[in-house]
């Protein structure tokens, strides 16, 4: 992080911000201009709004943003060194932490990846029950993100409803798995052991609760003026915008384009299912949370769909016990309940992988904030950063 | 969105919450009510020291190498006179820093012999983080805490612990009756049933056929000449012999038992 | 319509200073002690309204259900460090919150809670304690400006400009009750509220006629206590707290106490100028004596635990106003609506 040092503002001063004495420059511009000085202030890296360690420097002139810069890089842990040194079994286990709301969708990707090489066909049942577990997962991270963004505007009810349904849904994911975040149960070829006897009557029974709930969160906020007055016009991100920046998931369906690797690439068993994806109009932080709270539905119907249809039959394939992917390289796209993730996994006949490099949606996703935050009110960055998904753990891997 | 009234969303807001607060909540006062666990949580893990013969997977396995294993090998006298000593493997000290387990289940899951489990138990913080690495002793005291693994999800593949022993307990019916169905009609097939139940009785008495394991000189020259080492060599030749002999003596035996068969069998027992 | 003879205060004995002090003493029981009820209400409302049980385990004695949370926090506060930023204007920074609680403190003495139950019983009563809560604006200003810390700079501008926007709207409405009452003195005001019968022969409060009036006083107090959903000066999201961000131990006790007290002392303000004051309904007489008075003050503590419920029942539901959001709904909305209030109600005085 040395580029702060030289990090300059437009009058060629420069900054040195977080540490000692900083930011309280004055600055003189132009003559017989109202002489005004631009405060720079730090939001982060601990700070109740950023979800997580993300810092961002802002040049405040009263409560309007001249220039925001998210400084990322405080929760690097090192992954995809860690990958290099771990087979592929261990690396499941490592990879549900790099985004830990969605911790199954992870799993997935590197399953998928891995077989994908093998060119290894995974059973049926399997894959049926790999789709519900990724929809109650994206179930879990949205709802997350449905209870945050309304306490950050102040609304500190919702934030207690959405964690009781998490609760609740976590408790129906640890009888399967055995884990309530991190939940180590795909495996390559298919899934460590087979569903608890009641679980899919259980799933059937959760889904009527998370659709009632979701009414609830629909009147508390989406309904609510003071709500729509805070997230309506703020933070809009136009198309092609995103689309530069390489923003995916639901802040570029709140843009209004339905992309989505469900639909366009489908994996597992999502090419039999009819998935909805919701699309915003002018990708505002209302937008956004609109988006939210449609897929939280459409993820509901995912599952519907799934027990309607899940066949009976192995979960395992019968792999040796050392798992060597063969020479090659891959590159598998998921859709993450944050976006779309990548993996690009670069094998060289070992039980290890040569390279495994993330692609993540949350390191996109805030690369758009300078952007959105540029004119904004102080108020409304909070806004904004609620409402552009992302989990630290992505960001930095 | 639907026209509404102005400011009914506030109220219906308003509502939302009232109705809250008069329905229970559902907050469960830990410490005073213990939570209800599913059996497969992933709480701690568990040793069974009598199942453990120290192949050392789990710590080979560990993504963080938390297990740290010691042991040593003891040399058993032979149960005969002239037979090899045994060696077989003591577990010194098997300790978990739990500091570093990352709760992965990997070393329970690759563990051969069940020696290694899952218990829900979560209340086990200390002072200070070396108190965390816990030595067999505690880990067998966890053993205690373990439930019983809950029955699979209709539709889902029976486990082969289970389908063998369904299996084999469907022949072992199936004999019985036909030995029943034998008892009751003694008169009736006297190559049927007597084949059939000498059949049965056959795979039965495969079991006590005991064969003193030689080296097949044939297969033994054919696989070293393959480029086996000798040791497997070896050892597949001994499996082979084993293997032929108790065909023959099954044929003796099942010649023995029907006269108009035994011709050939004589030959190919004396070959 | 005649006002009735203004009744002595109960305490109004021939020893001065006996009387002095007992009065001054049992306001400072009381400033001490609601804020702690309203706390623990808040506490539990608040938590029913979340899905959760609030604070159960500490008690006072044999009851548990977290009645003791309040004294254990105040313990709490008392036994900690007093901290000072290096960078802080020392002087300011400790005369805070003093300035912030003194003038709630102060209002007190001219609130009437019953037939007799008050201090004073001021002339220019309403007046007074309108003033005086403009003073306590002061001390928030001070906070936030003597921290060396930028979030409680902030902070400080927010609610600059908050309090002063909000002012307006709280006295016009006030000033539209004085109008209807014909006096300034609150005790006059709960007196003519008695008899006062709208269109010649229905007894209601002043809060009927001046329902528009009631509304914007009650949202003024919210912003003017900084509550959501105006609570912009100390959102805990943004700007950590607000001008309370440095303040830790008892001078942060200072200013939640000011916070709560403030909410007693505004509804008790709303009670006496909207909701007809001690008695049950205008024109339902209480007993004589003592019992009158205890009943009466019963009367006055219901109605205002009801107003502070609905305080706390719309920080549960509500999210926060944006700052300008804030200010123009005030300005553009309130104001106008305050003035049009003061007009429509002295046509109305002189006409009916």
């Known amino acids: 992080m040395t580029d702060l040092e030289t990090m300059t503002t437009e009058r060629g001063q420069g900054l040195l911000p977080g540490g000692p004495g900083e930011g309280m420059l004055v600055e003189v511009r132009g003559e017989g201009e109202l002489t005004t000085q631009d405060m720079n202030l730090n939001i982060g890296p601990q700070h109740p709004a950023t979800h997580g360690v993300l810092r961002v420097v802002i040049d405040l002139d009263g409560e309007k943003i001249r220039r925001a810069q998210p400084i990322i890089g405080y929760m690097h842990r090192g992954f995809e060194k860690l990958a290099e040194a771990r087979d592929y079994r261990q690396i499941m286990a490592l990879v549900n932490r790099h985004d830990w709301l969605s911790a199954f969708n992870n799993e997935l990707g590197v399953a998928i990846a891995v077989e994908r090489m093998m060119e290894l066909e995974v059973p049926d049942r399997a894959q049926w029950i790999r789709v519900l577990m990724a929809e109650w997962n994206r179930i879990l991270n949205h709802l997350m993100f449905v209870g945050s963004f309304g306490l950050e505007l102040g609304a500190i009810t919702p934030v207690f409803f959405a964690f009781r349904e998490r609760e609740d849904i976590q408790h129906l994911m640890e009888s399967a798995t055995g884990g309530r975040l991190h939940f180590s149960y795909a495996r390559v070829g298919g899934l460590k052991e087979d569903l608890p006897r009641g679980f899919l009557a259980a799933s059937a029974q959760m889904t009527k609760n998370v659709r009632v709930r979701n009414a609830e969160y629909r009147d508390l906020l989406q309904g609510n003026e003071i709500f729509v007055a805070r997230t309506r016009g703020v933070g809009p991100l136009p198309r092609d915008v995103a689309a530069s920046y390489g923003v995916t998931g639901p802040t570029l369906q709140a843009t209004g384009v339905p992309e989505d690797s469900r639909v366009t690439e489908p994996y597992e068993k999502y090419g039999e299912i009819d998935v909805k994806v919701p699309v915003g109009t002018n990708g505002d932080s209302y937008d956004r949370f609109m988006v939210l709270l449609d897929r939280i539905d459409a993820s509901c119907d995912i599952i519907d769909h799934v027990l309607d249809n899940i066949t009976s039959g192995p979960v395992k394939t019968n792999l040796p016990k050392v798992v060597k992917a063969p020479e090659g390289a891959i590159y598998v796209r998921t859709e993450n309940p944050l976006g779309q993730c990548g993996y690009y996994l670069v094998s060289d006949g070992k039980k290890n992988p040569w390279r495994l490099k993330m692609r993540t949606p949350s390191f996109n996703n805030i690369a758009a904030m300078p952007y959105l935050l540029d004119g904004a009110l102080l108020s409304d960055m909070i806004a904004i950063l609620g409402s552009v998904f992302f989990v630290v753990g992505d960001v930095d891997r | 969105m639907r026209p509404t009234l102005p400011k009914i969303g506030l109220l219906k807001g308003l509502g939302v919450t009232l109705k809250t607060m008069m329905s229970p909540s559902t907050t469960s006062q830990y410490p005073h009510v213990k939570p209800d666990l599913p059996p497969r949580t992933r709480g701690v893990i568990a040793l069974m020291e009598e199942n453990c013969t120290v192949c050392m997977l789990c710590a080979r396995e560990c993504p963080d190498w938390c297990i740290y294993i010691d042991s040593h090998k003891d040399t058993i006298p032979p149960k005969k006179e002239g037979g090899r000593a045994r060696t077989r493997n003591q577990l010194d000290r098997f300790a978990i820093d739990f500091a570093l387990c990352m709760y992965c289940g990997i070393c329970v899951e690759v563990c051969p012999f069940d020696a290694l489990f899952w218990s829900p138990e979560f209340e086990y913080s200390t002072y200070s983080i070396r108190e965390l690495t816990h030595e067999k002793e505690q880990l067998r005291v966890w053993m205690d805490t373990v439930p019983a693994p809950p029955q699979l999800e209709v539709g889902a593949e029976i486990p082969p612990e289970i389908s063998d022993g369904l299996e084999a307990a469907r022949k072992a019916a199936e004999a019985e009756a036909q030995r029943l169905l034998a008892a009751s009609q003694p008169a009736a097939g006297g190559d049927g049933a007597p084949a059939g139940g000498k059949a049965a009785a056959g795979t039965a008495a495969d079991d006590d056929i005991h064969v003193e394991a030689q080296v097949d000189q044939e297969t033994f020259d054919k696989l070293v000449a393959e480029g086996k080492s000798e040791r497997v060599a070896r050892a597949k030749a001994k499996a082979a012999y084993v293997r032929k002999e108790k065909a023959r003596i099954r044929r003796e035996r099942a010649g023995s038992e029907s006269p108009p068969a035994g011709g050939d069998q004589g030959e190919r027992a004396g070959g | ?352």
């Open chain 3, 1 to 352: 319509m005649t006002i009735a003879v203004l009744a002595q205060s109960l305490l109004a004995l021939d020893n001065v200073w006996l009387a002095l002090g007992l009065k001054l003493g049992l306001i400072v029981v009381f400033f001490l002690t609601a804020p702690l009820a309203v706390g623990y209400m808040e506490h539990k409302v608040m938590a029913h309204m979340q899905d959760r049980l609030g604070p159960m385990e500490a008690g006072l004695g044999p009851i548990k259900h977290g009645v003791g949370q309040l004294v254990a926090d105040g313990v709490k506060f008392i036994q900690k460090e007093d901290i000072i930023p290096t960078a802080a204007d020392k002087w300011v920074f400790s005369w805070a919150p003093a300035v912030s609680l003194v003038p709630v403190l102060v209002i007190l003495v001219v609130v009437p809670f019953g037939p007799g139950v008050w201090a004073e019983n001021l002339d220019a009563g309403i007046f007074f304690a309108l003033a005086v809560s403009s003073v306590g604006v002061l001390g928030i200003l001070m906070a936030a400006w003597s921290s060396a810390n930028k979030y409680s700079l902030m902070g400080g501008i927010r609610a600059a400009a908050q309090l002063i926007a909000y002012e307006l709207p709280l006295v016009l409405a006030a000033a539209a009750v004085v109008l209807q009452a014909g006096t300034l003195s609150l005790v006059g005001i709960v007196e003519a509220q008695n008899e006062f019968r709208l269109l010649g022969a229905i007894p209601v409060p002043y809060a009927v006629p001046h329902v528009i009036g009631f509304g914007m006083f009650y949202v003024a107090a919210l912003a003017e206590l900084s509550r959501p959903p105006f609570d912009m000066p100390i959102a805990d999201s943004e700007i950590i707290f607000g001008h309370m961000t440095e303040y830790s131990g008892l001078r942060y006790a200072f200013f939640m106490l000011s916070e709560y007290a403030g909410m007693v002392v505004l509804s008790a303000l709303a009670t006496v100028l909207f909701l007809g004051g001690w008695y049950p309904w205008p024109g339902v007489p209480l007993p004589d004596g003592a019992l009158g008075a205890l009943l009466g003050f019963g009367v006055t503590m219901g109605k205002i635990i009801a107003l502070t419920f609905v305080m706390v029942w719309l920080r549960a539901t509500f999210p926060r106003l944006r700052e300008d959001q804030l200010q123009r709904m005030s300005w553009l909305i309130l104001i106008p609506l305050a003035l049009l209030n003061i007009v429509v109600v002295a046509v109305a005085k002189v006409m009916l």
